[in-house]
């Protein structure tokens, strides 16, 4: 692969870049007590929260662990891992 | 040579540089007043009120709003244009590093003068110098005709496909921005044919959404900069080929990267930047009658920096006076730092030494030269190179 000058990427290139990598804490649903309100899906700054035939899922090739999701879920029902690499 | 330029008139050299701005029609003009830049943006708005330059004119609130304009207007696809000064270098640097980075070409007039604090508005290179690194090519001419030919061809330096940076044309604040001159100019058809519109190679569009200079972490970071490196060392056999093709046009050949003046057969060679070389020519003269062996080398191209040309024009001096506008402060001039950086380790090379002069606009008469040469010739006798620059003219008397 060759540099474009300047950096110029098109756009739906970061589709390629899996910044789950950069995760330290990774986001665990636990599906018996969360109520499928969709807040985690509004909050979340990467947009890999999303309501899979009925669950919540989330898609943690994307997913940076920001933690954004676990704060604001109302009934506690995401916890972060320490994830050590 | 061209027999063209043939309208001659006394200009301010502001009105000069907005006329050769206006003969290259920048789609977009960006501009906020900082003295002694403001008479060229001044003009240039009266040029866009009355009708006779079809621009965008972009009036901002401060100088990173003003190079701002210039990077996307640039990404759009437009020729851009501002000029600044001193604190407004300053304030635009963050923005020239990424535009040199997302290699966007523009033109800047970069109007010397001294930097805060103290407050002083009279010329020197200092605020230039604080873009030394930043990848933005860097220009100086000497004359109001030097700066109206320089910033035509800088249009095309910029928009180099092989270069794409943007350049910064760096001139004398008061010295050449406020002093009237005799100015040849050229014909705009002239102007039309050596600058063709502005065909950026990729440009922001709807129907192609791209970004410019996203994240490049340690994998592919070094090579953005080598790049950057890479088109300012390559970019220099073109940017003495678009100044022959223009003094070719217009006439006039001020010289490629460097202008060399008397240097064959010289001992001790000077080396200038700026309205300052007209002086040191004249002092270079008079040493000459009197049977000095004198020459002088005027830096045309800072960035990148014509170390080849420089070194081939030195070769055979036993010394070489280094006359720089700035300081780092904690070392030393900046020109004479890049120079020892490359003479470092090759056989048979001249002594450099570095004289601090002009700093805030401090005069340079043909005796302060005169001055330079005598305190050479006395280090050279006692042959003891002296690790700290000269400050010529330094009042030690008044020092705190
Ligand atoms: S915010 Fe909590 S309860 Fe609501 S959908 Fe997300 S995980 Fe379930
Ligand atoms: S941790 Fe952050 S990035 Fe990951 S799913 Fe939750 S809100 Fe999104």
Known sequence: ?85 | MGDNGKTERVLEGSEAVALAIKACRPGVISTYPISPQTHIVEALARMVVNGELESEYVRVESEFSAASVLAGASAAGSRSYTASTSQGLLLMTEVIYASAGMRLPFVITGVNRAVSAPISIQPDHQDAMSLRDSGIIQIYVESSQEAYDTHIAAFKIAEDPRIALPVMVCMDGWILTHSYERVRLVEQEEVDRFLPPFKPIHFLDVNDPKSWGPIADEDLYMEFRYAIHDAMQMGKKRIKEIFSEWADISGRDHGGLIEAYRTKDAEIVLIAMGSVAGTAKDAVDHLRTGGKKVGLIKIRCYRPFPYEDILKAIQDAKVVAVMEASFSMGSEGAIGLDLKAKLYGRSKTPVVIDMIAGLGGRVITRGTIYKIVEQVEKACESGAVPFEPYWMDLKPEVLP
């Open chain 1, 1 to 85: 692969m060759k540099i474009a000058l300047g950096g110029v990427v098109r756009g739906g290139t970061s589709l390629a870049y899996e910044t789950g990598t950069w995760r330290d804490r990774k986001p665990i649903i636990d599906y018996d007590l969360c109520k499928g309100c969709g807040v985690c899906e509004e909050v979340c700054p990467d947009n890999v929260i999303h309501d899979v035939n009925g669950v919540y899922a989330i898609d943690y090739g994307y997913c940076k662990g920001c933690g954004l999701c676990a704060y604001e879920c109302h009934v506690n029902a995401i916890e972060m891992i320490f994830e050590a690499k």
